[in-house]
């Protein structure tokens, strides 16, 4: 897996050292907007360099002033984006008056998270492993929410300001309001898919850090010029994740480096992109806003983590959406391996008691036979031969019992000589061809000329019905299964309906 703390700390610290410069040479501007500006560009410090010691650090007390910093520096940026707002905008008295409620949220929300360290009803801290070395993950609370519904409130407010003032302004103006509006969407819509994805790293903090930038070149140095594409394409682009850009309709009207090589799209023609999703994730490409699914292909031997997040217009309508997609095979695969070791057995590779319950909880037992098998006298093999033949008895056995069932039919190892098998889809009608392959088994294991002792298996088997009762299907069938036992082993028994 690539190292990206490193290299996003040393991304966030030069973007530090470049609000810094911003902030101070807008101080030093005669422009209107110079204050503001200024203002704007130096709240943005405190949570990048806030966010830069959450990702460095590897101490909790020092990711937790990390995080004080982070999110009071939030505060900060949401009070001077009502400043640079009213400046910008243009806003007259009353439209400046609508901000004092925000201001004083902004207020409550400061002394809350200032009382975390008593109370601790805002966030906490959790130790986890990110490359090789502990990162301390934050679990939010009910301030933390509170935290989240007031700056995105404000920032939702700011939104909906600069959207009205881009309707209403002259077409060649249109553009110093367009590309701040298009920036605050696009860094809102990095930071949600972060908080939902509950990735350990927040990239995000990357796109405020270059919104500040933005709003220093858009309000100082502005000049008509259609930048929007290029610089959110270059943001985009850079991204490690493919990202596709859908419109209302569905069609995608642009995808990033790495989304054009997953699609195999020729070039910059992007329309072919929604039929090669399709075709790469099926059902799975139609999932939810927000929702983070996970994917794997047996076929191709990887795995993707897919996120969708839909964009509203003021009033609500859907105008589009974007769907990141992120390659986490490796993950996925690691995954996979440890969920086949708890729930298979390392000497026979079947279903252990583990896999057994799973498939109890799984499959429809209505039209499912249940078979207890056990081993005749495998003791005596033990004594008489030693553990090291047993257990080449029961591979044996293991694989006699699984070659005489379908594919698609559940062989399970529960104990030492104990086995079981779900014959799924299927009924009654089927008795006869199971006694059949009872008898195959028992003349595969009489076979001797492997050098290993000749074994046999008595079988006790029951047929599910709707009603059926997990517990009580296998004490039947182990009923059946004691009763062949009794008269004589070395067959199968079928329990009666109860």
Not at 57 to 76: A, E, H, P, V
Not at 167 to 188: N, Q, W
Request: aromatic fraction near 10%.
């Amino acid at each position: 897996m690539k190292s990206i703390r490193l290299p996003f700390g040393i991304m966030l610290f030069v973007l530090a050292i470049a609000l810094v410069i911003c902030s101070v040479k807008a101080r030093k501007s005669k422009k209107i907007l110079g204050r503001p500006v200024s203002h704007m560009i130096g709240a943005l410090i405190p949570p990048v360099v806030g966010n830069m010691i959450i990702i460095l650090s590897s101490n909790q007390i020092l990711s937790k002033i990390g995080c004080y910093i982070y999110f009071l520096g939030m505060d900060f940026v949401m009070l001077a984006l009502i400043e640079f707002t009213n400046e910008y905008c243009r806003l007259s008295g009353k439209g400046r008056k609508l901000w004092h409620i925000g201001e004083a949220l902004l207020a409550i929300d400061f002394v809350q998270l200032c009382l975390n360290p008593f109370f601790k009803h805002a966030f906490t801290t959790e130790a986890i492993i990110v490359e090789g070395r502990a990162y301390f993950r934050l679990i939010p609370m009910a301030g933390q929410t509170f935290h989240r519904v007031v700056d995105y409130g404000i920032l939702a407010i700011a939104i909906i300001i600069f959207l009205v003032k881009l309707l209403d302004s002259p077409k060649i103006e249109s553009e110093r309001y367009s590309v701040i509006l298009m920036t605050m969407v696009f860094t809102t819509i990095w930071e949600s898919a972060y908080i939902f994805s509950r990735a350990p790293v927040d990239r995000a903090m990357v796109g405020f850090g270059v919104f500040g930038l933005l709003i220093y070149y858009l309000a100082l140095h502005y000049r008509p010029l259609r930048l929007l594409d290029r610089i959110l394409a270059q943001m985009a682009s850079n991204l490690p994740e493919a990202l596709f850009f859908f419109d209302s309709s569905g069609q995608c009207i642009w995808a990033n480096n790495p989304g054009i090589r997953l699609a195999e799209l020729d070039g910059y023609n992007f329309e072919p992109a929604y039929l090669k999703l399709r075709e790469m994730f099926g059902s799975d490409f139609n999932i939810s806003d927000s929702e983070r699914h996970s994917v794997y292909s047996t076929e191709t031997k990887k795995g993707y983590v897919l996120q969708r997040q839909l964009v509203n217009d003021d009033k609500g309508r859907l105008i589009g959406s974007f769907l990141s997609v992120r390659d986490n095979t490796e993950e996925q695969e690691a995954l996979r391996k440890e969920i086949y070791k708890a729930t298979h057995d390392s000497l026979t590779s079947l279903h252990n008691r583990a896999g057994y319950n799973f498939l109890l909880s799984t499959l429809d037992l209505s039209n499912t036979y249940l078979l207890v098998i056990d081993v005749d006298s495998f003791k005596s093999i033990n004594d008489n031969y030693g553990h090291e033949v047993g257990d080449k008895v029961l591979q044996k056995v293991a694989k006699t019992i699984k070659g005489n069932f379908r594919s698609n039919d559940y062989v399970c190892r529960i104990g030492g000589d104990e086995f079981v098998v779900f014959i799924a889809n299927t009924d009654d009608d089927q008795r006869q061809i199971i006694i059949d392959r009872v008898a195959q088994i028992n003349a595969e294991l009489a076979d001797s000329s492997d050098s290993l002792p000749p074994v046999s298996v008595s079988v006790g088997a029951v047929m599910g019905s709707e009603d059926t009762d997990a517990k009580e299907l296998f004490e039947r069938a182990d009923r059946a299964l004691y009763e062949r036992k009794r008269n004589g082993k070395n067959g199968i028994t079928f329990s009666e309906k109860a």
